[in-house]
């Protein structure tokens, strides 16, 4: 009778905490009327309750109204550079069908990443090139977006030697500069709050929101001694290239989109890498290239400022979520490709 007793107990507890736990997880009711999710209320699971953590290193609750399983997610907030939507290295990418290319552009140059009729993304290319090589090694060193009528830019600060007590994130906004105080979980928003920014860590980490449109993750990176041995890229003394890895989550880009990254989440895009090839590298650079970081003026870009966008011509899925690391069929019926 007295272990009866005690397992009623020991039952009424757990239901108690599971309870509690339920109550401090945050929850959100997805209201994007083209997602599969619409009016549904979705909670974070106990593993991970909040969309922020004060611990850098701990995964968070990420809710996917995009998704048709409609169910939050634990994630880490730093940008992962094995998963759909990433851009590392020099550049490597992962495109939204799971398929890696490289796309070198040329430095000190500016590309389109992403453009659609409301959105544009370029990037800024650093990079140099040693005595006897046909070509640039580059990197992406800022990141410009134009959304309605805004403007928003996100770079890299250039420094001779790698100090990790250092930031090297310099942000502005409309054409002004802006100081996000260092530190894990500083934040800023704009007026219109159609724009955050939040530290992911204390310095050289940012997730960058667009609600209802994209969630950027960022890092910043120098060249290690030993990426530099390796590949011989014959880095100088006085400059790191610091640079940025990327990764992006979009929800709801058109059937239509466009840029070195964006054309790959075309639903009957056909990506011209070939099977097999170690390191595929795709051009597009006369269709890609704008004339700055926050113009989309390329041969292929779509943005218009007045954001005429059709939202019966969106794509729901959000490839960005998926997580390639896990083997050749990771998530949600698409398959990754190396």
Same mark, same amino acid.
């Given at each position: *009778?007295?272990? $009866?007793?005690?397992?009623?107990?020991?039952?009424?507890?757990?239901?108690?905490?599971?309870?509690?736990?339920?109550?401090?997880?945050?929850?959100?009711?997805?209201?994007?009327?083209?997602?599969?999710?619409?009016?549904? +209320?979705?909670?974070?699971?106990?593993?991970?309750?909040?969309?922020?953590? =004060?611990?850098?290193?701990?995964?968070?609750?990420?809710?996917?109204? @995009?998704?048709? $399983?409609?169910?939050?997610?634990?994630?880490?907030?730093?940008?992962?550079?094995?998963?759909?939507?990433?851009?590392?290295?020099?550049?490597?990418?992962?495109?939204?069908?799971?398929?890696? &290319?490289? &796309?070198?552009?040329?430095?000190?140059?500016?590309?389109?990443?992403?453009?659609?009729? @409301?959105?544009?993304?370029?990037?800024?290319?650093?990079?140099? +090139?040693?005595?006897? +090589?046909?070509?640039?090694?580059?990197?992406?060193?800022?990141?410009?977006? $134009?959304?309605?009528?805004?403007?928003?830019?996100?770079?890299? =600060?250039?420094?001779?030697?790698?100090?990790?007590?250092?930031?090297?994130?310099?942000?502005?906004?409309?054409?002004?500069?802006?100081?996000?105080?260092?530190?894990?979980?500083?934040?800023?928003?704009?007026?219109?709050?159609?724009?955050?920014?939040?530290?992911?860590?204390?310095?050289?980490?940012?997730?960058?929101?667009?609600?209802?449109?994209?969630?950027? $993750?960022? @890092?910043?990176?120098?060249?290690?001694?030993?990426?530099? +041995?390796?590949?011989?890229?014959?880095?100088?003394?006085?400059?790191?290239?610091?640079?940025?890895?990327?990764?992006?989550?979009?929800?709801?880009?058109?059937?239509?989109?466009?840029?070195?990254?964006?054309?790959?989440?075309?639903?009957?895009?056909? @990506?011209?890498?070939?099977?097999?090839?170690?390191?595929?590298?795709?051009?597009?650079?006369?269709?890609?290239?704008?004339?700055?970081?926050?113009?989309?003026?390329?041969?292929?870009?779509?943005?218009?400022?007045?954001?005429?966008?059709?939202?019966?011509?969106?794509?729901? *899925?959000?490839?960005?979520?998926?997580?390639?690391?896990?083997?050749?069929?990771?998530?949600?019926?698409?398959?990754?490709?190396?």
């Amino acid at each position: *009778m007295e272990i $009866l007793s005690s397992n009623c107990l020991l039952i009424i507890l757990l239901c108690f905490v599971a309870g509690v736990i339920q109550i401090d997880a945050e929850s959100r009711t997805c209201t994007n009327r083209n997602s599969p999710c619409f009016l549904k +209320r979705i909670t974070c699971p106990s593993e991970c309750p909040t969309s922020s953590s =004060t611990n850098s290193k701990a995964k968070v609750c990420y809710i996917n109204c @995009n998704s048709p $399983l409609c169910q939050a997610e634990c994630k880490n907030h730093k940008a992962n550079c094995n998963s759909p939507g990433a851009v590392c290295l020099d550049p490597r990418f992962i495109g939204g069908d799971g398929i890696v &290319f490289y &796309f070198h552009g040329k430095r000190n140059e500016h590309f389109s990443l992403i453009s659609d009729l @409301n959105l544009q993304i370029n990037a800024r290319f650093i990079g140099l +090139r040693p005595a006897g +090589r046909t070509r640039d090694y580059t990197w992406i060193q800022a990141l410009g977006i $134009l959304v309605d009528s805004h403007t928003f830019s996100l770079e890299a =600060t250039r420094a001779a030697a790698w100090d990790d007590e250092i930031d090297h994130l310099k942000f502005s906004y409309d054409g002004k500069e802006l100081d996000i105080p260092e530190g894990h979980l500083s934040a800023w928003n704009s007026s219109e709050n159609d724009l955050k920014v939040e530290r992911t860590s204390n310095r050289n980490s940012v997730v960058v929101t667009l609600p209802e449109i994209a969630e950027i $993750l960022v @890092n910043v990176v120098p060249i290690s001694k030993e990426d530099d +041995r390796i590949h011989n890229y014959q880095i100088p003394s006085d400059d790191c290239f610091a640079h940025l890895e990327v990764q992006f989550r979009f929800f709801g880009l058109s059937s239509k989109v466009e840029g070195v990254l964006g054309r790959t989440y075309q639903p009957d895009f056909e @990506n011209p890498v070939k099977p097999g090839v170690a390191m595929p590298v795709v051009g597009g650079e006369d269709k890609y290239q704008t004339t700055s970081l926050l113009s989309a003026d390329c041969h292929s870009c779509l943005f218009s400022p007045a954001g005429v966008f059709d939202q019966k011509d969106t794509l729901i *899925m959000d490839y960005g979520t998926l997580d390639c690391t896990g083997g050749a069929t990771s998530g949600m019926g698409i398959v990754c490709r190396k």
